[in-house]
């Protein structure tokens, strides 16, 4: 998979939020004092992170409005090496429950994946998290 399908992805995240598609959401973060010694990837972030965060139901969410708007702007391309994952969303599909898109950022949110995919991405989603979740950062 190339980052056009991980942009594809992000759309696709984005058009689900807008219509109301997506019900749960999952944040995984480590705060700047939680230093493990090995790169993260996303299966080990859900191991190493110490600030797990679950929104029940995005939709009304005080935070829902500011998120799409920081998903909306998002811009990948695609990334040279597997970065060291710090932050994590996921977004959960409202009728099945299953897993729709996850995006994953480095501590710096240049660097992450999107559904799997190493990319370089645009610093909105970093931007609303450090307003949003002020727990992770």
Same mark, same amino acid.
């Given at each position: 998979? #190339? %980052?056009? +399908? %991980?942009? /594809? +992805?992000?759309? $696709? %995240? $984005?058009? !689900?939020? /807008? +219509?109301? !598609?997506?019900? *749960?959401?999952? &944040?995984v973060c480590l705060t700047p004092s939680m230093q493990?010694?090995?790169? #993260?990837?996303? @299966?080990?972030?859900?191991?190493?992170a110490n600030r797990h965060i679950e929104i029940r139901d995005i939709a009304g969410d005080r935070m829902e409005t500011s998120l799409i708007s920081a998903v909306e *702007? #998002? *811009?990948? *391309?695609?990334?040279?090496y597997d970065? +060291? #994952? /710090?932050?994590g969303i996921k977004f959960y599909n409202r009728s099945s429950g299953n897993p729709l898109t996850s995006i994953y950022l480095d501590r710096w949110g240049k660097l992450g994946t999107v559904n799997g995919v190493t990319v370089a &991405?645009?610093? @909105?989603l970093l931007k609303w998290a450090k $307003?949003?979740? %002020? &727990?992770c950062f």
């Amino acid at each position: 998979m #190339l %980052a056009i +399908d %991980a942009q /594809h +992805d992000v759309a $696709t %995240a $984005t058009a !689900a939020l /807008h +219509d109301s !598609a997506i019900g *749960k959401v999952e &944040i995984v973060c480590l705060t700047p004092s939680m230093q493990p010694n090995v790169s #993260l990837n996303a @299966e080990r972030l859900g191991r190493y992170a110490n600030r797990h965060i679950e929104i029940r139901d995005i939709a009304g969410d005080r935070m829902e409005t500011s998120l799409i708007s920081a998903v909306e *702007k #998002l *811009k990948v *391309k695609q990334g040279e090496y597997d970065p +060291d #994952l /710090h932050f994590g969303i996921k977004f959960y599909n409202r009728s099945s429950g299953n897993p729709l898109t996850s995006i994953y950022l480095d501590r710096w949110g240049k660097l992450g994946t999107v559904n799997g995919v190493t990319v370089a &991405i645009s610093p @909105e989603l970093l931007k609303w998290a450090k $307003t949003n979740i %002020a &727990i992770c950062f």
